[in-house]
């Protein structure tokens, strides 16, 4: 297991335990969630934290995985299946994903690229189209 899988299960474990208030975010008001998604292969939950942008009740994500060419595991999964859950603080959350197009994405990128300047560097350093995703609510979990 890498280094990061390794701190992902920690961040989430701590996350979980302190009802967010421990790693619940990395600075300069940027918040953090944990993104319950299903293994499009094996079935199996897997949550990844996560820094998001709140839109209303919905939360924006940014499927960078740190500027790599290789988008992350959390964003194939929701392509196969964009039924997912997030937790922000101790609350749960029933959410179902779709990439930002069009006007949506016109609107919501400029404001995300200010939240978190690391969003607009990734896509500067890579050639894949990097998505907006957004997570809307589907009911309570």
């Given at each position: ?11 989430t ?5 302190s009802?967010g208030?421990?790693?619940g ?9 944990l ?5 499009r292969k094996?079935?199996?939950a897997?949550?990844s ?14 499927g ?6 290789v ?14 859950e997030?937790?922000?603080?101790a609350?749960?959350?029933r959410?179902r994903?779709?990439v930002?197009?069009?006007?949506e ?7 995300a690229h ?7 560097g990734y896509q ?6 990097i998505?907006?995703?957004?997570l809307?609510?589907?009911g309570?979990?």
């Amino acid at each position: 297991m890498s280094g990061w899988k390794y701190f992902a299960k920690f961040h989430t474990w701590v996350y979980r335990k302190s009802g967010g208030r421990i790693m619940g975010e990395v600075g300069l008001g940027r918040k953090i969630l944990l993104l319950s998604t299903r293994g499009r292969k094996s079935g199996v939950a897997r949550t990844s934290p996560l820094v998001y942008m709140a839109d209303g009740e919905r939360f924006v994500v940014y499927g960078s995985n740190g500027g790599q060419e290789v988008p992350p595991a959390w964003f194939l999964n929701l392509q196969s299946g964009p039924e997912a859950e997030v937790e922000v603080g101790a609350r749960r959350v029933r959410v179902r994903a779709h990439v930002a197009e069009g006007s949506e994405a016109e609107r919501l990128l400029p404001l995300a690229h200010a939240y978190n300047p690391h969003w607009a560097g990734y896509q500067q350093r890579c050639q894949r189209r990097i998505p907006l995703v957004v997570l809307s609510p589907v009911g309570s979990a």
